[in-house]
């Protein structure tokens, strides 16, 4: 049987209801509804209770109303700082079982879930790690601007946006893209074809997807590329490649050697150009350590000769008259010279070789001839400085001059007998 009314002031020690209306009905299943404002101490019931429900309520404790505003409320007026709150409490700590639960929907869609082995919903009911958020993340100090996190489950990147507007994804491959304004997008990849299938890359690309500008990191090299084409390479011995990938100077481009070497190569024109603006002055210095041993200037190509500078000075310089009137200068071309080119003059190595050796100098003494054999067909095996004749040519005009004065002499004796 059920009580389908207990009066005001019954059980005041329980439970007490400050209206005439019905307080509390008491169901044939043993399971309790109240109504009404209740006050007391205690009250216990041995199976469900329901507060605002219209029939037996399915919980051990259900509480139903509907108002614009919230139904329930745990306060603790404790003093101390052990004044708790809310504790929830389950016998088992397995996924399977569920802790604490928040719905909308009628139960329909979860808000936030907390299940038995310590993992933790919102908006899913199956969390599969500590905290499990299914939609997107806002961080936010501000009502109008914040930053979110999401998943994209077209293609399952993760994504950072501002307010928004994506600035970061990642995919599951790892490849990692993001925008830094309208006209730059970028991308972290390992498949970008000029740098190569299996090597990390940063490609940018214009809003159209084209102007690619892939920067590349490999494990041997480091590559730089614009449009479709590499540019630049950094090797892993530290030359850098210019406009070439083999770092063979027989290649055009430009070769810089970690060990000092510069190798220009062009198919035509000019290899190299040096300017100097507005002034006249040096264009190239030469050095060797920190001594300048040359200089090609606006108006003047020099070596350095200051007495100070040199050693080893002698005014015993044998070549002379001799030494020139033995030399055969030829007209000639190279081998490699393009078909139809000028006419070069000057002189044969190996017979300025044989003047030398008829004058007593003997074999690489001297810079003016220098023989290096290469067993290469295509270089020369010698090199001969025609600066050095300079020299020589003037120690033969003294010569000349001293036999011109002497004849001159001897003219003006006969013509005064």
Known sequence: ?????????????????????????????????????????????????????SSSPAYTLTVQKDVDDFIAKLENDGNSTASNGLWVDTRWNTATNTVFQVTTNSGAQPVI??????????????PQKTLDVQGEIAISN???????????????????????????????????SFTLGTNAMGTFGDAISEVGSGNFALQVTNSAGSALKPLGFRAEDIRFATGR??????TSLGDILL????GSAADTGIIL?????????????????????????????????????????????????????KTNIS??????????????????????????????????AQDVEESLSAAGVAQNSMTILQHTPTDDEEQSDYQMDYLKLVPVLINAIKEQQLTIT????????????
């Open 406 to 417: 002497a004849l001159t002499e001897r003219i003006e004796t006969l013509e005064n007998n």
């Open 142 to 176: 501000s009502a109008t601007s914040y930053w979110n996190l999401n998943r994209d489950d077209s293609t399952g990147a993760l994504t950072i946006s501002d307010t928004g507007t994506q600035r970061l994804a990642i995919a599951p491959d790892g490849h990692t």
């Open 257 to 309: 050697q970690s060990t000092g070497n510069i190798f220009s190569t062009v198919n035509s024109g000019k290899s190299a150009y040096f300017r100097r603006l507005n002034t006249d002055g040096v264009i190239i210095q030469l050095n060797k350590n920190s001594s300048v041993v040359g200089t090609i200037s606006t108006n003047a190509n020099s070596l350095p000769s200051d007495r100070n500078f």
């Open 229 to 234: 084409s590499e540019r630049f390479r950094l």
């Open 315 to 348: 005014y015993d310089f044998a070549l002379g008259l001799d030494f020139v009137t033995s030399l055969k200068p030829v007209t000639y071309n190279y081998k490699i010279d393009d078909e139809g080119a000028p006419v070069m003059s000057g002189l044969i």
């Open 1 to 53: 049987m059920a009580l389908t009314k207990v009066s005001r002031g019954l059980l005041s020690t329980g439970i007490v209801d400050n209206s005439n209306a019905t307080a509390i009905t008491l169901n044939a299943d043993e399971s309790a509804t109240f109504a009404g404002a209740l006050t007391g101490t205690s009250a216990t019931f041995t199976t469900t209770v329901g507060i605002g429900v």
């Open 113 to 126: 879930v907390a299940k038995g082995n310590g993992n933790v919903g919102i908006s899913t009911t199956s």
């Open 243 to 246: 406009g070439q990938t083999s």
